[in-house]
């Protein structure tokens, strides 16, 4: 069990995430980050660079922008092509995304829930990802 004293219950929201007091042993609370995209395979409209979405991680929906195509990848995970112009469907790729207000984020490698989120536009999933870099 978890006692909080001192926080005002109107200020717990699901979603928020309890950390250490040490700054160390917290996660990264960033805009900017490098991410490993899977596109979903029945995408109407390509991902280009600038493209806007909704981010979903855990509880969390936030814009982004794809500020950064980065790189396409072949299934073995080798570079495919560099610096893409579009991702269409089906394409695993790396990406740069730039999200409009600071969240709370981590590498997928040091905490899998922190690290992954789903891309969403119009209602509909176009990507799903996960983070290799936290960049700002």
Do not use: W
Not at 78 to 92: D, F
Request: proline letters at 4%.
């Amino acid at each position: 069990d978890v006692y909080l004293t001192g926080v005002d219950i109107a200020r717990i929201h699901p979603g928020n995430i309890l950390s250490h007091v040490d700054l160390e042993l917290r996660p990264a609370v960033k805009k900017k980050f490098q991410a490993s995209l899977m596109v979903m395979d029945d995408l109407a409209v390509p991902i280009i660079r600038g493209a806007q979405a909704l981010l979903h991680m855990h509880s969390i929906d936030t814009p982004a922008v794809a500020s950064k195509l980065i790189c396409t990848k072949n299934r073995d995970g080798t570079v495919k092509r560099q610096r893409p112009r579009v991702l269409a469907g089906g394409a695993s790729a790396t990406v740069e995304i730039t999200l409009d207000q600071k969240i709370c984020i981590s590498k997928y490698a040091d905490c899998r829930p922190l690290g992954r989120f789903v891309l969403r536009r119009g209602g509909d999933t176009i990507a799903v990802g996960i983070i290799d870099e936290i960049l700002k």
